[in-house]
């Protein structure tokens, strides 16, 4: 199932926009629109729209003036974000279900994005499923499944989507995780902490192989953050007042305050950033 925006007032007048600039001058349409609209013109894929932190990075992109192609496993939900942001007169598509775990899917998504808007700017890989056993616990398939659904999804898609960010000189922003480079002693997070601290790496080979075709890509690395995958695990008090004790601002995070990261390094604001992991904790990390 897929849907679009049948024109919004904002979205008429944008394409009018793009129009109406590409021709005459030969300046892009983001150097000529409002410089508040960090991503204007730009067609940014957004994976796992259905969930918070993605929802969160859709609305935020479409605010900026993204054109956004979403995507989800979940079609409710996903379509849920898409009318959110049609509501606030943004732009948005998505292709929901949407298997990104299988090279087919991340093919579709791609033929996709580039059948909306003909071009992609910015691929915002998002989407994962965690596993969480201590090492005794884990089954094969769970940690061929982990695999599979933090590491795999992520390269199949960038594949994808490669050439097409060789003719934009786009920008790959990966989503990893704390536990990536730290330990809980109350989190079982061995094929997690792998999968993620495999795109850490696999992030920062991008940025060399992207060196020369203008591509910047990096990761974020979330502390934890109240969403549809922890809601469950911060209800046991014990589990999140030791979570909590370890930020240093005395909160969890919230979907907003990671798409806000994810919005700099989508930007032209990160323009010399590339290769590198931001951690966005609270200040976990210090101590
Ligand atoms: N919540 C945290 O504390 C936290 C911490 C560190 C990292 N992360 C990472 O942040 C990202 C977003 O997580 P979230 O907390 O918003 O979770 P979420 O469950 O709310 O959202 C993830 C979305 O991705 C979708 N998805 C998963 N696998 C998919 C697949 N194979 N194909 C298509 N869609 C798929 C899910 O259906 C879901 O809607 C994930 O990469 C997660 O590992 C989260």
Same mark, same amino acid.
């Given at each position: 199932m897929t849907s679009k925006n049948s024109k919004s007032k904002f979205g008429k007048d944008l394409e009018t926009n793009l129009e109406s600039q590409g021709?005459?001058?030969?300046?892009?349409a983001s150097e000529k629109i409002?410089?508040?609209?960090?991503?204007?013109g730009k067609v940014c894929i957004i994976t796992g729209t259905g969930g918070s932190m993605g929802r969160a990075a859709a609305l935020l992109f479409a605010r900026e003036g993204a054109l956004v192609v979403g995507c989800d496993l979940q079609a409710d939900a996903a379509q849920a974000t898409v009318d959110a942001v049609h509501a606030e007169g943004g732009m948005m598509v998505s292709l929901q279900p949407c298997h990104l775990d299988q090279p087919v899917g991340c093919k579709a998504l791609v033929d996709f994005a580039i059948r909306s808007f003909?071009?992609?700017d910015v691929l915002f890989n998002n989407a994962a499923m965690a596993y969480f056993n201590w090492l005794e616990d884990i089954g094969d398939e769970e940690w061929d499944q982990s695999h599979r659904d933090e590491v795999d999804l992520v390269f199949y898609l960038t594949r994808a989507a490669w050439p097409h960010l060789k003719t934009s000189r786009g920008v790959v922003v990966n989503t990893a995780s704390l536990t990536a480079s730290m330990s809980f002693?109350?989190?079982? $997070?061995l094929a997690h902490s792998t999968a993620k601290a495999g795109i850490i790496g696999m992030t920062r080979q991008l940025a060399m192989e992207g060196r020369e075709h203008g591509i910047r890509a990096n990761s974020i690395s979330p502390g934890i953050i109240e969403t549809n995958q922890t809601r469950e695990q911060l209800k046991d008090p014990e589990w999140a007042g030791t979570m909590l004790g370890k930020t240093l601002l005395g909160r969890l995070g919230r979907p907003e305050e990671v798409a806000n990261v994810a919005l700099f390094l989508a930007?032209?604001?990160? $323009?010399?950033?590339?290769g590198i992991d931001i951690v966005v904790d609270g200040g976990m990390k210090v101590w």
């Open positions: 021709s005459s001058t030969g300046q892009t409002s410089i508040s609209q960090r991503l204007s003909g071009r992609i002693k109350n989190l079982p $997070s930007s032209g604001e990160s $323009s010399y950033v590339t």
